[in-house]
């Protein structure tokens, strides 16, 4: 980061208002929160705090700020599996649905808040039967089925801190996390159906335990597919047969406001992942907070469906947490969009007359990649909100998103936040917002954010790098057992704010624009070029589905733009078409950001969640050995593109 500026080509002139019809009816339609927030932003969060949750003890202060630690209602005292579930049940709502559960294989499940109740304090009665008390940690690594919110609901009742690692994840991953967090217990399942089959789990746990996490004492089982898992005496436990003796008397003990709720490991720089620590009364604020005025939640009448997996954060927050304190019905489902046909999220939609869907910029680009033929196929007319989160969204995708599964009318948020945020930071309310195509707009009230520059000093216009600079209640609380490693990652780059990793930047009306991490900003000829700028360019190209781009190394211009393109179904490659398509970044962004070299590949290295591994792809760049991959969704991929740019090399 030796240089200040991001250099920015792209405008963008369209702009969606909120349409009057939905203003008309939406929980917030104008200004009033943000003004209350700018002018106190604690007692701005401190209502949210006392009229969102229901507090055993009230909180007499908001914050106590140490910087870089922040403690929020430090002295009230509640218990989030009573938030979610308790306080529903005793208004008399225990009948509502809380979860409508599809299996990939077409079973399915309704499970409402009563019974979602008693099956966690029967289950929170199970891990009290192994030894567990307030404070220990216990692992989940599960497939998408009602057992694992339920694993997680049932920590929260006792004070337990759950660590759930994605079930995509290897046994060294396992290990890694079980170590480092010292967890107890293992909650996991014989498997989960994944494209048609079983996606074994248990031998990944047995493997696991097998290179050794000396901690894990029991390991608990539900059984999802029939797989027939080894059960090892002593430490392995079925699901049903524990549940079917626990007793489902189990008080929701009143926690302090800042009781350590979960561990979430995710990856930074260096090779160890992680643990991201969040708190109970801050994070459930944020989190409801959030999911009632992002997603303009109607508790009463909305079904709404966040499509994330529950092993990211995403789902974390907006599968388990928010849409449960919010009282509200969601979806949730087990498997892929394609399985078992590529129309999968928009029959679940008209069938359950989805009103919210929740997604990200990735399986944005998939399903146009599958044609509006899909979507066309189901009336979607149910659907007032659509989200998406986890990378800039081009704004290609986000007319598409717009146009197809919108109707040309539905206000679409796009929400910026990171693990480390715990909920929403950067995002329209869907009411209140007038909406570009490709931003994020603006931070929601009492977030505050800065764009500086390499000094600190603050941009009001252009690009800069994306700070924090007040704490927010769900704020990461540190990581786990290192304290300096938190200092040094988030709070050393610049004094006394958040350094989100992100580079950003404000155009004349005030708007953010996520330009993707900063590690992802190429330096070409001196030039600052962002890589989402230059893929956007490419999904631009008609013949171009999907794109990821990369600077490697070049003598001349220090870096070179290597752009990795899938071309649309029915496109012919040739080196033609490549040319084009690099000449059409040329005249859309400026020749300074037009790729040295296309190279289509049939598909690109993604990891579990779905993110690009722009690693690979600048390894590939660099002609470098590829090392290890297994973290990859399908290997081959990457193999396959190192014979394309080998390929292209020797044109
Ligand atoms: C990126 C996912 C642009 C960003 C919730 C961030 C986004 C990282 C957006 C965090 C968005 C997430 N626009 N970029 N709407 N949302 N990101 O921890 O680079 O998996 O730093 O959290 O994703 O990823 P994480």
Not at 213 to 225: E, F, G, H, Q
Request: aromatic content about 10%; hydrophobic content about 40%.
């Amino acid at each position: 980061m030796s240089e200040p500026t991001i250099e920015v080509y792209e405008t963008e002139d369209r702009s969606f208002p909120p349409p009057a019809a939905f203003a008309a009816q939406a929980n917030t339609s104008d200004r009033s929160l943000y003004d209350e927030a700018d002018a106190d932003y604690e007692a701005f969060w401190a209502r949210q705090a006392r009229e969102l949750l229901t507090w055993d003890k009230d909180f007499t202060e908001v914050l106590d700020w140490q910087l870089p630690f922040a403690k929020w209602f430090a002295d009230g005292k509640l218990n989030v599996s009573a938030n979610c579930l308790d306080r529903h049940v005793d208004a008399g709502r225990g009948d509502k649905v809380a979860y409508h559960w599809e299996g990939e294989p077409g079973d399915t499940v309704t499970l409402t808040y009563s019974e979602l109740l008693t099956e966690v304090k029967k289950f929170a009665n199970v891990l009290k039967g192994l030894g567990l008390e307030k404070g220990d940690r216990v692992a989940i690594y599960m497939p998408m089925i009602l057992e694992l919110p339920i694993a997680m609901l049932a920590c929260t009742r006792i004070g337990v801190a759950h660590s759930v690692i994605f079930g995509g994840f290897s046994a060294d991953a396992i290990v890694d996390r079980c170590i480092d967090a010292e967890a107890k217990v293992i909650i996991t399942a014989d498997a989960g159906y994944r494209r048609g089959s079983a996606a074994l789990l248990k031998p990944t746990v047995d493997a696991a335990l097998e290179i050794g996490a000396p901690s894990v004492t029991d390991v608990i089982v539900a059984n999802r597919c029939d797989t027939n898992p080894d059960m090892v005496e002593g430490r392995d436990h079925w699901w049903h047969e524990v549940m079917a003796d626990a007793s489902d008397d189990c008080p929701a003990e009143p926690m302090d406001a800042e009781q350590l709720l979960y561990l979430l490991y995710t990856s930074g720089t260096t090779a160890k992942p992680k643990g991201i620590m969040h708190t109970t009364g801050g994070y459930l604020t944020q989190v409801a907070f959030t999911h009632k005025y992002v997603f303009d939640l109607k508790p009463e009448t909305d079904i709404y469906w966040c499509a994330a997996d529950i092993g990211w954060v995403t789902g974390h927050s907006y599968i388990v947490y928010g849409p449960l304190a919010n009282g509200c019905t969601s979806v949730m489902y087990e498997g892929t969009p394609d399985t078992p046909d590529k129309d999968r999220l928009w029959d679940i939609i008209e069938r359950y007359k989805v009103t919210q869907l929740y997604t990200a910029p990735t399986a944005i680009r998939m399903f146009m990649k599958w044609g509006v033929q899909e979507p066309q196929k189901h009336d979607l007319s149910s659907l007032r909100v659509l989200g998406t989160v986890g990378e800039p969204i081009n704004p290609e995708a986000w007319m598409w998103y717009h146009e197809h599964i919108g109707g040309n009318e539905r206000p679409i948020v796009d929400t910026w936040w990171q693990t480390e945020t715990g909920g929403n930071m950067i995002t329209p309310f869907p009411g209140v917002t007038t909406t570009k195509p490709g931003s994020a707009t603006h931070p929601i009230p009492g977030v505050f954010m800065e764009l500086v520059d390499d000094d600190g000093n603050t941009v009001t216009n252009g690009g800069g790098y994306l700070t924090i600079s007040r704490p927010w209640p769900s704020m990461l609380r540190g990581i786990w057992g290192n304290e300096e490693r938190y200092r040094e990652t988030y709070w050393s780059t610049y004094e006394g704010k958040y350094f989100a990793g992100d580079g950003a930047r404000l155009d004349d009306d005030g708007y953010l624009w996520l330009l993707g991490r900063v590690d992802d900003v190429m330096n070409v000829s001196g030039h600052r070029i962002s890589t989402t700028e230059v893929e956007s360019a490419l999904v631009d190209h008609p013949a171009v589905a999907e794109a990821a781009v990369v600077g490697g190394n070049d003598d001349l211009t220090g870096q070179a733009i290597f752009g990795y393109v899938i071309l649309v179904g029915d496109a012919e490659v040739s080196d033609e078409l490549g040319n084009e398509i690099r000449e059409h970044v040329g005249v859309k962004l400026g020749k300074i950001a037009r790729p040295k070299t296309v190279i289509i590949v049939p598909d690109l290295p993604k990891t579990r969640s779905g993110k690009i591994m722009r690693r690979l792809l600048r390894d590939v760049a660099d002609g470098n050995s590829l090392g290890d991959t297994t973290t990859l969704a399908d290997p081959g991929v990457v193999a396959e593109i190192a014979n394309r740019a080998a390929e292209s090399d020797e044109d």
